[in-house]
């Protein structure tokens, strides 16, 4: 189950955030995949990392940023 975190509640574009599981064995494996097919980017209204967009096939594929 994929939810909102509280403080996303302060931050004007927390829409855009990417939703992330809330147990703690479920948010792990979901890290770790999405740490390698996506990459992170700052949200420019609450400054958290909390955007995560896929990486190009090529980065994916080599496990790189």
């Known amino acids: 189950m994929m939810v909102a975190r509280a403080f996303e ?3 004007p ?3 855009d955030h990417t939703p992330q599981p809330e147990g703690y064995i ?9 740490g390698k ?3 992170q ?5 609450c400054g958290r990392y909390s ?4 990486k ?8 790189r940023r």
Not at 26 to 34: G, L, P
Not at 51 to 54: A, C, E, G, Q
Not at 56 to 63: I, S
């Open 9 to 11: 509640g302060l931050c």
């Open 13 to 15: 574009n927390f829409e």
């Open 26 to 34: 479920q948010w792990h494996a979901w890290a770790e995949f999405m």
């Open 37 to 39: 097919t996506h990459r």
């Open 41 to 45: 980017i700052k949200c420019s209204g």
């Open 51 to 54: 955007i995560w967009l896929p």
């Open 56 to 63: 190009r096939t090529k980065e994916a594929a080599d496990g």
